[in-house]
């Protein structure tokens, strides 16, 4: 079994979802000083979103990760204007965070088509600069993929997230009874009948200390940050990931997840949270449901229970708690009503906060004119 999951964690590796890379625009060309000539701009390099791309293509086709831009024209009798240097596109996924070296964000790439530019070209020499070009902008990059999904499937290993995503969608993860099935983010389409889709992104599964980035760490975490809601999903039966390590109930595993969640980001504590409550096809699994539902409903006074490293600063309550079988489909039927309805109620209180932003910005706008009272001086005098 350790030989297996020693495997599984090498094939992790092929998975590539940060790619750092070198960036440099275009030099400008010479003016011509005895015409007044203007040299060209250097090229920009700019990345550029498309469907169907992975990091991983970029890496292995770019092995040298430097992107230069083509230098501006010089000027010249002929063409006392010079032509601009040639850009350069980055092509890379969408879900794509472009960052500097330092960790400033330069742009998103939601979609296909979007475009961020991340070296602009020198200017071209000019009066104003004694007709000498401009170098262009150099820098280190860092393409990060983070993925976009309506839901995000939040638990420990062997949980049963990826069976889940099979059960309500088309996706086809791998799935087998040993913990670090899922190595790379799959995101799955659960359809509707009115052909309405909602994307579910099950993620690698998380252990304790994954805020410190042990085991999937990070790879895993930062996939949760472009996500509307999140998913948490618990073995209703408990787990114990190794034979060294502490077995914890269907309870503490909620506290644990809650606890990596805000240590990693405290602000994905606000995103609207469903408790998916898996293996009900197991022994005793109603009577530990009932206790695990009562456990939930008193988890400021059960608090002392836990080990002191495993309790939030906030509990999650969780508005729907749905027992669900991935293996027999039961339940299946009513979590899938429950991950549209939260959805539109998302949505629907964010139109409503936008409408409301949309009409204090208009009253701003709109003049304030005092209407004068009978028997005082007018602020202003009359027409």
């Excluded at 086809?172 to 889709?197: C, N, W």
């Amino acid at each position: 079994m350790v030989w297996i999951s020693r495997a599984l964690w090498r094939k992790y590796g092929n998975f590539v979802d940060n790619l750092r890379l070198y960036v440099r625009g275009g030099s400008g060309g010479m003016g011509l000083p005895r015409m007044g000539g203007q040299g060209g701009n250097g090229g920009d390099v700019w990345v550029v979103a498309k469907k169907d791309l992975t990091l991983k293509r970029i890496k292995d086709r770019f092995q040298h990760k430097r992107f230069i831009a083509g230098v501006g024209f010089n000027s010249s009798i002929r063409a006392l204007k010079g032509a601009k240097g040639g850009d350069v596109e980055i092509v890379a996924p969408t879900g794509i965070c472009v960052t500097t070296d330092d960790g400033r964000l330069l742009g998103e790439l939601n979609h296909e088509g979007e475009r961020v530019l991340v070296a602009r070209g020198g200017l071209g020499g000019s009066l104003h600069s004694g007709f000498l070009p401009s170098k262009g902008q150099t820098q280190h990059i860092r393409l990060d993929l983070r993925l976009i999904a309506d839901l995000g499937l939040v638990g420990f290993p062997n949980a049963g997230k990826s069976s889940l995503l099979t059960a309500l969608s088309h996706a086809t993860p791998q799935i087998a009874s040993y913990p670090f099935t899922t190595l790379r983010p799959e995101i799955g389409k659960v359809m509707y009948e009115d052909h309405k889709q909602v994307s579910v992104a099950d993620l690698p599964g998380l252990i304790e200390g994954a805020h410190m980035n042990r085991g999937m760490g990070h790879k895993f975490l930062k996939h949760v940050e472009r996500t509307k809601q999140l998913m948490f999903v618990v073995d209703v039966c408990g787990f114990q990931l190794a034979s060294k390590t502490p077995f914890r109930s269907a309870f503490e595993a909620v506290q644990l997840l809650t606890k990596e969640l805000e240590l990693y980001k405290e602000e994905l504590m606000s995103k609207p949270a469903i408790l998916v409550v898996n293996k009900m096809d197991l022994p005793d699994a109603e009577e530990k449901l009932r206790e695990l539902e009562t456990q939930l409903e008193n988890q400021e006074e059960l608090s002392h229970l836990l080990p002191e490293d495993m309790i939030p600063k906030s509990f999650l309550h969780f508005k729907h708690t749905v027992p669900v079988s991935a293996l027999t489909g039961l339940g299946l039927p009513h979590l899938k009503t429950v991950i549209r309805e939260s959805l539109e109620e998302q949505e629907a209180i964010k139109l409503e906060q936008q409408r409301i932003e949309r009409l204090e910005e208009l009253r701003k706008e709109i003049p304030v004119v005092s209407k004068p009272v009978w028997g005082q001086p007018c602020s202003e005098p009359l027409n």
